[in-house]
């Protein structure tokens, strides 16, 4: 059984190499600006912050970080630059996102909804409140799967710690340093 899991380990280790397999339809982060902490979100292919950058000209440095971050993930209208602003805003909007980029440590991902594309079936990941569902089968068996640990390894530095949980597998020694 264990070493089932282990295979399971070594499967979620090369998906994380592999981001394009997963499709992020919809997540909601909080981002600690410089100042203020918002609240950035994508849903249907359409990305939003609540600061004040966006509200004018529907781009801020906030989105544009989560689309860099994300890339690989994204649909192509996600990944779409916002309207054509002012250049000296935009060049500025672009220097703080590179930053940030660098900083994702501002970035805390409150939840998400991805489908993802395994080497079988196609799965569905939710990430709540800190917690993951996968619909795949092991994901019942273990509270955790492939694909879960996979994007725990591609969003680790943006995770709340109880969404770095490695699940209910059981601890000894093999698993643990399959694991690390
Ligand atoms: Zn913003
Ligand atoms: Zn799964």
Redesign the pocket.
């Known amino acids: 059984m264990h070493s089932d899991l282990i295979g399971k380990i070594e499967k979620a280790r090369r998906y994380a190499q592999e981001p394009e397999r997963i499709a992020l339809d919809e997540i909601t982060v909080r981002f600690h600006g410089g100042n203020n902490e918002h609240m950035v979100r994508l849903e249907g292919g359409h990305w939003k912050c609540d600061c004040e950058v966006f509200h004018l000209r529907h781009v801020c440095a906030h989105v544009m970080t989560m689309q860099k971050v994300l890339e690989p993930m994204l649909s192509p209208e996600a990944r779409e630059p916002g309207p054509v602003i002012i250049h000296s805003e935009l060049i500025s909007m672009i220097d703080k996102s590179r930053r940030y980029a660098h900083e994702l440590e501002r970035i805390e991902i409150d939840s998400l909804h991805a489908r993802?594309r395994?080497s079988n079936n196609d799965?569905t990941?939710t990430l709540v409140e800190s917690r993951w569902v996968?619909?795949?089968?092991?994901?019942r068996t273990w509270n955790?799967?492939?694909?879960?640990m996979a994007l725990q390894r591609i969003l680790a530095p943006m995770l709340p710690a109880a969404a770095r949980e490695p699940g209910s597998i059981p601890t000894d020694e093999r698993l643990v340093s399959a694991l690390n």
Request: with cysteine; hydrophobic share 35%.
């Open positions: 993802f395994g799965h990941l996968c619909d795949c089968t092991t994901f955790t799967c492939a694909h879960v």
